[in-house]
């Protein structure tokens, strides 16, 4: 079982930038691939941006490619999303999630190949 806690969120201008922390329960941490979804009102939860277990390997909707950055810190249980260069259009309640992978260079895009989530941290971009 593996829990999740996303903080980091807040209010920020336009141009401004946040860095979202996921911080992970378990001691298989290291051998999961994880990814960050976000979710606007009225929208479906849409892909954000994935990593796999060794970090080598990741992969960005186009929407923020070139903007955000996702990291992981396996010995903190921890991975990443820094966002740089927000619009207002990134407003949203941003989620991590992780699952088991199968090889270190493996990320999932979709959000049914997850096994578990955290609760969502709000992200509002004012222009």
């Known amino acids: 079982q593996v829990q999740l806690v996303e903080s980091g969120g807040g209010l920020v201008q336009a141009g401004g930038s946040l860095r979202l922390s996921c911080a992970a329960s378990?001691?298989?941490?290291?051998?999961?691939?994880m990814g960050w979804f976000r979710q606007a009102p009225g929208k479906e939860r849409e892909f954000v941006a994935a990593?796999?277990?060794?970090?080598?390997?990741?992969y960005y909707a186009d929407s923020v490619k070139g903007r955000f950055t996702i990291t992981r810190d396996n010995a903190k249980n921890t991975v990443y999303l820094q966002m740089n260069s927000l619009k207002p259009e990134d407003t949203a309640g941003y989620y991590c999630?992780?699952?088991?992978?199968?090889?270190?260079?493996?990320?999932?895009?979709?959000?049914?190949?997850?096994?578990?989530w955290g609760q969502g941290t709000q992200v509002t971009v004012s222009s």
């Open positions: 999630a992780a699952r088991p992978a199968h090889f270190s260079l493996s990320v999932y895009l979709g959000e049914h190949e997850y096994d578990y």
């Open positions: 378990g001691r298989t941490f290291s051998t999961y691939a």
């Open positions: 990593i796999s277990w060794s970090d080598t390997n990741t």
